[in-house]
């Protein structure tokens, strides 16, 4: 049967995407992940570690960010409205192959991969009810389970064994295998604690936190002034809670989005600047700030942050050390 043209043209398209897709292979060099809104919505791209080579992988009218690098950089997750609802997809690391994670339609965000990169653990909103739960699955599993209620900005430990999150405002780490809770801090400290993101051995949190009381004057379910939002920085501290060390002054707009760099010595935020919302880098050691983007303006926001750098990219083989199982056998030794 001749074929028309139209179907060869269609033909070799589906073919260059199954090999685009074959081909499509974890950076060789260091990237950082992030979002920008430059081209009118919300957009993933990937830039080096000094800001250079600021590259748009989504390029789609819908909003598309929480981009996370797998653990050995070949895939990348992120959330998109592109179907209507917030949801979890997976893209090759050029932004090609684009597919839904789940099939049923859920407000789904702030996706985190396993340390092996067989699960994911992300934040769910019910606005009915309002509220947010962090929940778990298997990759290619439709199915997931409820891990914390009151939670949100997931973080899974570089071991396996934990995810921290913030739980009613304050950071908490949860036992995978027994869902045990224990607080980064004392109760004593404020709780306007959010987004931890873990050091590449897990000795180490940094989060975001605003460590300065209320207004006395503030009322229960009121909205909170700006003068104290502002205040929301930057801080680092040990695992066991010890070493807290703020890395950000107050002195400007509320910073926020930690991500710890592979290596442990530099971290990303995020910080209004001359109106516009744009991503720095900071030398823990020296204090040397650097500002990665620029491309500013009226409701212009440059955010987030996830690096990747292939010296410290994990092993996806299984490892004692490693959570390899599936829930449904975690829950079988738990009842």
Not at 204 to 219: E, G, Q, S, V
Not at 322 to 334: A, S
């Amino acid at each position: 049967m001749k074929r028309t043209p139209i179907l060869s043209i269609l033909s070799l398209m589906l073919l260059c995407a199954n090999i685009c897709s074959v081909f499509a292979k974890a950076p060789t060099t260091p990237k950082i992940l992030f979002t920008s809104t430059r081209d009118g919505n919300r957009e993933i791209y990937t830039m080096n570690p000094d800001g250079s080579e600021q590259i748009n992988l989504t390029q789609h009218p819908a909003d598309d960010l929480h981009a996370s690098w797998s653990p050995i950089g070949e895939q990348i997750l992120f959330a998109s409205d592109r179907d209507g609802v917030r949801d979890l997809y997976l893209m090759n690391t050029d932004g090609t192959n684009v597919r839904r994670v789940f099939k049923k339609e859920s407000y789904r965000e702030n996706p985190t991969w396993s340390p092996e990169g067989k699960h994911i653990a992300y934040g769910v909103a019910d606005f009915e009810t309002i509220k947010f739960t962090v929940r778990i699955a298997t990759l290619g599993k439709q199915e997931s389970e409820e891990l914390v209620m009151d939670a949100s900005d997931p973080a899974w430990s570089p071991d396996g064994t934990e995810i921290a999150c913030s739980v009613g405002g304050r950071i908490v780490f949860i036992n995978i295998r027994t869902r045990a809770q224990k607080r980064l801090l004392p109760r004593k400290t404020m709780n306007w604690q959010r987004e931890p993101s873990w050091s590449a051995v897990g000795d180490k949190l940094a989060f975001a936190w605003n460590n300065n009381p209320l207004p006395p004057d503030h009322m229960p379910g009121k909205p909170v002034p700006k003068v104290w939002v502002d205040k929301l920085t930057i801080y680092l501290a040990n695992h066991d809670g010890t070493g807290i060390q703020q890395l950000v002054d107050e002195a400007g707009p509320d910073a926020g989005t930690p991500k710890l760099s592979p290596n442990g010595t530099e971290i990303l935020y995020t910080q209004e600047i001359k109106g516009s919302l744009q991503i720095f880098k900071l030398n823990i050691s020296s204090g040397v700030r650097t500002q990665l983007t620029h491309i500013g303006g009226i409701f212009q926001a440059n955010s987030g942050g996830d690096w990747f750098d292939p010296a410290y990219a994990l092993p996806v083989s299984p490892q004692p050390q490693l959570l390899t199982t599936t829930w449904g056998e975690v829950k079988k030794k738990n009842d």
